[in-house]
């Protein structure tokens, strides 16, 4: 079966750098659409970056865009989000996503908490 499992979040002061990861089993990173979305306490879910193996391009969110790096290992079924130059504003649980075979399946998330 599917399955995701977000690790590497914690607490960095602002201006820091986290790497996130997201170890999945049950299919092939390259077919699937793999993201990363994120939560802050009291708001909605949101998208923050997209990683297309098929088409090979990347999106983001765009007050992320050219903080944060997303990338994949296929030989280690692993997506990774590369979070640098962080502000107090990316304070959330990060959710790792993939959309394969036109279903959604999600990890349990991991926090971030970028404070001083």
């Known amino acids: 079966q599917v399955q995701l499992v977000e690790s590497g979040g914690g607490l960095v002061q602002p201006g820091g750098s986290l790497r996130l990861s997201c170890k999945t089993s049950?299919?092939?990173?390259?077919?699937?659409?793999m993201s990363w979305y994120r939560q802050a306490p009291g708001k909605e879910r949101e998208f923050v970056a997209t990683?297309?193996?098929?088409?090979?391009?990347?999106n983001y969110l765009g007050s992320v865009k050219g903080r944060f790096t997303i990338s994949g290992d296929n030989a280690k079924n692993t997506v990774y989000l590369q979070m640098n130059s962080l502000k107090p504003e990316d304070t959330a649980v990060y959710y790792c996503n993939s959309l394969i075979y036109s279903r959604n399946y999600w990890g349990q998330g991991t926090q971030v908490t970028v404070s001083s």
């Open positions: 049950g299919f092939a990173l390259s077919d699937a659409l």
């Open positions: 990683l297309s193996w098929i088409s090979g391009t990347t």
